[in-house]
């Protein structure tokens, strides 16, 4: 098998110098429905986040702030393409439940939640080639999940995570594509753990130990971890 590499672009720190991604890898996982421990889990994470924003603007939170503060130095209207965190937490705060899907996607929905911070995951089951967060050139092509199956294109210069010419995560932490979804029969997965200030490097390490904690904890498999910085740009993945 050949080796697989994990890289952030020297153009994504060149702009965001403190930026850090923590990366948890789980193999031979099992996943699955979340038993009722996680599912008390999530609910106590949404609890959490409603105390801590209360009936206040979720955008205005620092941890959501610095992300719509990102979005517009890449171009990119806060307002109408909203960070996955800044999405979860208005409907937290509305007093919507977040469904639980499966125990790896609620593990990263949890860890979200109780931090405020983007944090998803990608199945790395049928992963060929080296991962890639980087400007787009607009070549690239994107499939949405729940978009029908239609493929798009990304605009030139939006921060993508891709495989290769495929895009996995369209503007940085908006929306992801079909082609890593974290599904049942999942052995596999790569957690991505955002952290722009006031997250720093010290803290999404923490937080990338919540993460394998639960992981190992629900699913089994054998996890390790590393953070992507400006002193560290790429990792190996097999």
Known sequence: MKDIFYTISDEVFSSFPEYVRGVVVLRDGRNGPSPDELVALLRDAEASLRKTLGEGNPA?????????????????????????????????????QIPSINALVDIGNVISLRHIIPAGGHSLDDVTEDLTLRPATGEETFVPFGGGGETEHPLPGEIIFAEGKVVLTRRWSWRQGERTLTLPETKSI????????????????????????????????????????????????S
């Open 190 to 237: 790569e957690f991505n753990l955002d952290g722009l200030p006031p997250v720093d490097a010290p803290l999404v390490e923490e937080i990338c130990m919540e993460v394998r904690e639960l992981a190992e904890r629900f699913c089994g498999g054998t996890t390790r971890h590393e953070l992507l910085t400006a002193e560290n740009r790429r990792m190996k993945l």
């Open 60 to 96: 205005e939170h620092p941890r959501i702030a610095s992300w719509r503060e990102a979005f517009r130095k890449t171009g990119v209207k806060p307002a109408e393409f909203r960070s996955s965190i800044e999405a979860m937490a208005r409907r937290v705060v509305k007093g919507q």
